[in-house]
């Protein structure tokens, strides 16, 4: 299975490279991703996907050193939140740095999850910057539970399709939860 992993990674890494889109298998659902930081990859994901640039998409990182290096200051309340969370949880975070413009919704927030998915982990921790993770939907259309459930637009959409898990059921979409500089926060999704 490792060397399974590293192949599929090291193909998925090299579509990204060249700011292609990849389907894959997150730790909750099956996502849409590219390079956080190539803003010609974020419009292909807006477009396969039929979304507004004004909803905003979520990015992974692979630990908290990466969290640091994309969010200009992360509230220390966030350490704790990901720590005791019992699911996946993406939170919203203020003054997000060095990814595409067109990512950072209006109100300069980015969505971020700290991905516990071994998968994940090794693909971004070797791609060494955030992968965008959005459900592999049209917008506005059921997020599939499962890879036979994918639209064959965005199969068709994708430049490639990460070959693992494909027979497994996905969870629920993650929490979402909003933690602002000025100390509040909002549970945007439970």
Known sequence: MKDDFKTESQEAINVLKRGGLILY????????????TNPDAVDKVFALKKRSESKSLICLVSDFKMLNEYVED???VAYDILKYAAKPTTIIYDDPIRVAENLIAEDN?????????????????????????TSANISGEKTPES????????????????????????????AIIKLSNDGKVKVVRK
């Open 109 to 133: 927030t980015l969505a971020i999850r700290v991905t516990k998915d071994k998968f994940c982990k090794e693909l971004v921790r070797r791609f060494r910057r955030p992968i965008v993770s």
């Open 147 to 174: 890879f036979s459930q994918i639209a064959p637009e965005i199969l068709k959409g994708v430049d490639y399709v990460v070959n693992l898990h494909q027979s497994k059921k996905s969870t629920k979409p993650s």
């Open 25 to 36: 298998p997150t730790d909750t659902v099956w996502g849409i991703g590219c390079d956080s």
């Open 74 to 76: 992360v509230p220390e």
